[in-house]
């Protein structure tokens, strides 16, 4: 009897410390969640329920149905006149699309997806190939490149980020937008390139060299068994990598500060949020929502490689 | 002459091995070539750029005048890099301490097995895979003065202050901010790799010690620590590398806590702009991350 008492107690303990601990690590996105779902005069409700729905902040974030509504209604009869050609009608909407009012949150959101996705695929390839080189063939010169990799682990973003602007600076690159842009696409392929080739090279020595031997006396080339054997088998390996990477550059803000500064119609969605904090007082729906659509791609990605990615963190650290 | 065929044979052999390494050898060197270019150009040739930029007054337009030491001597004797260097040593010894502890107290309860568990594996990595910036306004409103919960909860319940105010307003304050912001982010991290280890450690140990009559602090104690002891060793030298390096998780969360990173950035990137002095600051937070990875090798794991 008091021994069945005794584990009662524990049981309900253990699911008491399962919930602190679920809680802990959950409670900022339900918060975040239900902000952004909230009206202002709801905000200093503690209740994550909010007393009525607000859709607003993510149709305005998304665009949906508010093209015009910035618009004065002088305006509106103005667009209404017939004799108006397309393109000045045009020009006069874009005047108030452009109000500076509305976050452009679908800009910043391709301007982050296509760094992201560019740099993360341009720095897998190179990875591949380098990956399978120290991992599978022996040559003088493949240790000193192996523990390099591992040495460009305590390197800071900071260390790096004078020296690059002011090469930028220097060459001319960050005299214009696209210059800059492409400075950082480049920046952001170096910054993902030895965690790839670190996981990648974890995962290559564990393919078994029988496979390649077979693939050899069958009259393979080494290069063909790179893209016959070696990337099939390691697709899900090749893919989190990937996803890893682009994660890294989705959520990057030093770099991207500092080479975009100056360029607004770039600004990836970090620096993008960052702006909108600073700049408009405490619009905190807008704020959530944006913050929970930033989210939700990786999120998304995470969950499609959570398996493999799990993995591939404890095989020996990452770098963040 | 029987002899004598075998013979040529396997100098042909050994000629046709020998180019096949050859040939081999420069095969890995065209694959890694890419690589080696880019890390090399992008990042080791930046590194010895900086070096050389902390000996300049950097000119934003214009040529650099060199100053030689000039920069290291106006860093060393500001007393506002000597509060940098201060919190930057609270921030990573909180940070580390933190994640470590909280990374092995719930790999310690993940382990055992309960309903829905892998649910709730997947839903506690949400805060290490998050992007930051979607998460410091949350973290920002748990804290706002006028809205938040924690001023409703320690103001309004438990009337533990006198009024309403932003704890992340002050430095003092903001800096445990950050600290606990960085442990809820990174304990996945610690967790997951604690929990990797504890799954791999074998069930008869416990089994002999049960029958023994050991109590659970001392299975915990004498079986499971010991196995713990070199993956916790790592966690902690990677949690200070990256730590002592980071920007993000402070300076978007605050601008009050200035550790070095952000004290360097606010310096190289703000106001006059003055890189020289921020490269040379960048190169001793650099020279100082190395000192104490030295001390942390030689005296805690005694390699």
């Not at chain 1, 500076?100 to 910043?108: A, E, I, K």
């Not at chain 1, 990937?242 to 990477?245: E, K, P, Q």
């Given at each position: ?7 009662i107690?524990?049981?309900?303990g253990?699911?008491?410390l ?7 690590a ?5 918060q975040?969640?239900?902000?952004s779902?909230?009206?202002q005069?709801?905000w ?7 007393k009525?729905i607000?859709?607003e902040?993510?149709?305005e974030?998304?665009n949906?149905g508010?093209?015009l509504r ?6 509106k ?14 020009s006069?909407?874009?005047?108030y699309?452009?109000t ?9 959101f ?11 695929f341009i720095s ?11 991992s599978?063939i022996n040559?003088?010169g ?13 390197f800071?973003?900071?260390l790096l980020l004078?020296?690059?602007y ?7 690159l960050a005299r214009?937008?696209s210059g ?5 696409l ?7 390139l ?12 564990s393919?078994?060299f029988?496979i390649?031997?077979?693939?050899l006396i069958d ?6 068994i790179?893209?016959?054997v ?7 390996a090749l893919?989190?990598v990937?996803?890893?990477?682009f994660?890294i550059?989705?959520n990057?803000?030093?770099?991207a500060s ?7 119609n770039?600004?990836t969605?970090?620096?993008?949020l960052?702006?909108?904090f600073v700049s408009?007082n405490a619009?905190?729906?807008?704020i959530m929502?944006?913050?929970i659509?930033?989210?939700t791609?990786v999120v ?8 493999n ?11 963040e | 002459m029987?002899v004598k065929v075998?013979?040529v044979?396997?100098?042909?052999v050994?000629v046709k091995?020998?180019?096949?390494r050859?040939e ?6 065209k694959?890694?070539l890419p690589s080696?270019?880019?890390i090399?150009s992008l990042?080791i040739?930046?590194?010895?750029y900086?070096m050389y ?7 934003l ?12 001597k106006n860093v ?8 940098a260097?201060?919190?930057?040593f609270?921030?990573v010894?909180?940070?580390t301490?933190?994640t470590?502890l909280i ?6 309860v993940m ?9 709730v594996?997947?839903l506690?990595?949400l ?9 410091v306004?949350?973290w920002?409103f748990?804290?706002?003065?006028v809205?938040g919960?924690f001023?409703?909860?320690t103001?309004d319940?438990?009337h ?5 105010f932003?704890?992340?307003?002050s ?17 996945p ?11 791999s ?11 023994d009559?050991?109590s659970s602090?001392?299975k915990f104690r004498?079986?499971?620590f010991?196995e713990?002891y070199f993956?916790?060793?790592s966690i902690v030298?990677l ?5 002592f390096n980071?920007?993000e998780?402070?300076?978007l969360?605050t ?12 310096k190289?990137?703000t ?5 020289g002095q921020?490269?040379?600051l ?5 020279l100082?991350?190395i000192?104490?990875i030295?001390f942390y ?5 005694k390699w």
């Open positions: 009897m008091v021994v069945k008492k005794k584990n107690i524990r049981k309900t253990f699911f008491l399962i919930l602190l601990i679920v809680t802990f959950v409670f900022p996105f339900l975040m969640l239900s902000l779902l909230k009206y005069f709801d200093g409700n503690p209740s994550l329920i909010p009525k607000n859709l902040a993510y149709k974030l998304l949906i508010t093209k910035a618009v004065p209604d002088s305006i009869r103005l667009l209404e006149n017939k004799a108006l050609t397309r393109a000045q009608r045009r006069i909407t874009k005047k699309q452009e500076g009012d509305v976050f452009p949150f679908l800009r910043y391709g301007n982050s997806f296509f760094l992201s996705f560019t740099a993360s897998l390839i190179v990875a591949t190939l380098g990956a399978y080189s120290f599978r040559y003088r493949r240790g000193i490149i192996q523990r390099g990799v591992l040495f460009v682990y305590m800071g973003g900071i004078i020296p690059l002011q090469v930028a600076i220097k060459s001319g214009t937008g800059s842009f492409i400075s950082l480049i920046i952001y392929m170096v910054q993902t030895p965690v790839s080739l670190y996981m990648l090279g974890n995962y290559f020595r393919i078994p029988s390649e031997e077979a693939a009259g393979c080339t080494r290069f063909e790179i893209y016959r070696i990337i099939p088998l390691s697709l899900p893919s989190t990937f996803i890893y990477a994660m550059a989705w990057e803000y030093l770099f500092v080479f975009l500064r100056s360029y607004k770039l600004y969605l970090p620096i993008g960052k702006a909108l408009k619009i905190w729906d807008r929502a944006a913050s659509l930033t989210a791609p998304i990605l995470f969950m499609i490689v959570q398996k990615l799990v993995s591939g963190l404890t095989s020996g650290g990452v770098k | 029987t075998p013979a044979r396997s100098n042909r050994i091995a020998h180019t096949l050859i081999e050898e420069r095969f890995g060197w694959l890694i080696v270019i880019i090399g990042i040739y930046p590194i010895i900086n930029l902390s000996l300049f007054d950097v000119k337009q214009g040529a650099n005048i060199y100053i030689g030491l000039q920069n290291y060393l004797t500001d007393p506002s890099f000597w509060h260097v201060l919190t930057t609270i921030y010894i909180g940070t301490i933190g470590t990374g092995l107290g719930v790999a310690l382990v055992k097995n309960f309903p829905f568990r892998s649910l594996r997947a506690i990595l805060p290490y895979i998050a992007p930051v910036i979607s998460v306004f949350s920002q748990f804290f706002d003065p809205n919960l001023m409703h909860v103001y319940m438990l533990l202050f006198e009024k309403r932003s704890l992340i307003g430095p003092q304050n903001a800096v445990i901010v950050a600290i606990i912001f960085n442990i809820w982010r990174s304990f991290f610690s967790y997951l790799m604690i929990l990797s280890r504890l799954q450690i074998d069930n008869s140990g416990y089994e002999a010690a049960e029958i009559g050991a602090w001392q004498y079986i499971t010991p713990l993956v916790i060793g030298i949690r200070v590398i990256w730590n980071k920007f998780d402070v300076y969360l601008d009050n806590v200035k550790v070095l990173s952000v004290y360097t950035y606010f190289a990137f106001g006059v702009m003055d890189q921020g490269a040379a960048a190169l001793i937070q650099f100082l991350l000192g104490f030295l090798v030689k005296k805690v794991l």
